[in-house]
């Protein structure tokens, strides 16, 4: 696993509530994206899934006509994502263009292969893992990451067998603690292959997750999210409820 111990130490940035968090994170989104165009940069955006990215892809969406963004100068890619039917409810990817990508008119969406678009997940893994290299940048501008629970980011579980996967960029994932069984996910590798790191979380359940996500000592096998920084910044958003503890 990628050793992100001698990067920046993380920001906490706590709003009041789940609403006045999604705006935030949006508008910095957007500006991130503004800024990279100006720059004559075309920017990666790592997504995830969750209830708060739900409501924070809602709020890009309201937000973007005003943002002066480009959606056709924008790669999109996913953390991770549930290896079910291209059509399913449960995709992160489905989720992401019914709530914004759709609606923007992004163009640079690359999603996970899907149960009914690939042999079996380690085959889609294969496939993600080769149009990274195809069509990324080499590293993420901004990636984004819910936090669940029990402390896991994309489908890296505590105690999982996924942990430990090396010298991949993407990894097929059973026997997930949270269903559904099978997944694919982009390992730590390749999660600490980003500029900047956004975790998200909202809620009072997701309030020991985050202190231990943030606690002086711990382990990554217990908290996964202790395994990925950003290179330039780490940013713990949060909401009143999820800072409780910290």
Known sequence: MTDASDRPSPLIEVHADAAVLATAVAGELLNRIADAQAAGHV???GLTGGTIADAIHREVARLAPASGVDWGAVQFWFGDERFVPADSPERNAGQARAAFLDEVRAMRVHEM???????????AATSYSETVRAEGHGDFDVLMLGVGPDGHIASLFPDHAGLGVTDAIAAAVHDSPKP????????FEALNRAQSVWFLASGEAKADAVRRGLAEDGSVAETPARGVRGNAETVWFLDTAAASLI
Request: glycine fraction near 0%; charged fraction near 30%; hydrophobic fraction near 30%.
């Open 113 to 123: 292969p899907a149960s009914d678009e690939s042999e079996s997940a380690e085959a």
């Open 180 to 187: 559904p069984a099978d997944r694919v996910t982009l390992t």
């Open 43 to 45: 920017p990666d955006i």
